[in-house]
């Protein structure tokens, strides 16, 4: 399956609007998520802000036993299964009824940041983790996937001293998820909007706003 939204997958069946927010831990995209729903609302448009792990109660469950249990508690193998078991339930419930219903769904995070880091830098394999999660979701792919690119280094900078297990991953690892995730934008260019994370917020916000309002614009 194609990483690339079809025609019909993005408009034939769904009249809203499904954007990511992509990146390592410390990127910032949670700023950048609401942030750009605030600014949709005010151009009245419905908006739905989510994230994964954790848009449902059973995401909230998971969530917690996978990035707060202790070190060694959940296998690699079994990280990706949660993920997708979350990520199918998310998607029947949450994102699909708000495309339905013509809604904007801005998530922070998605599929793609299990091939980055369970596929990438937990080294289960790129195009296991992605079968995986496009089965879990039914091919439901982003029309747009906004990537905060950061080095491993700033993003640790970022998170301080709060960490959860996966952010207490050395940088190797982190450089791994950072890899990740440029492979997948070099694959999929069109469903793709990678910026400096380490550029100004606002700087960043209006580049995102600017190819949402693309896309609204041909909706």
Known sequence: MTDQPSPDARRGRRPGLFVAVEGGDGAGKSTQADALAGWLREQGHTVLRTREPGGTALGRSLRELV???????????AEALLFAADRAHHVATVVRPALEAGEVVITDRYLDSSVAYQG??????????????????????????VLLDVSAEQGRRRRGQVHDRVEREGDDFHDRVRQGFLDLAAEAPGRYLVLDGE???????AA????????????
């Open 67 to 77: 990035l707060h249990g202790e070190d060694g508690s959940v296998t690699p193998r």
């Open 120 to 145: 990438a830098a937990r080294e289960l394999g790129h195009d296991e983790v992605r079968d995986l999660s496009l089965w879990a979701v039914e091919g439901l792919l982003p029309d747009l996937t």
């Open 199 to 205: 550029q100004d917020r606002d700087d960043i916000q």
């Open 208 to 219: 995102v706003r600017e190819r949402v309002a693309g896309l609204l614009e041909h909706r």
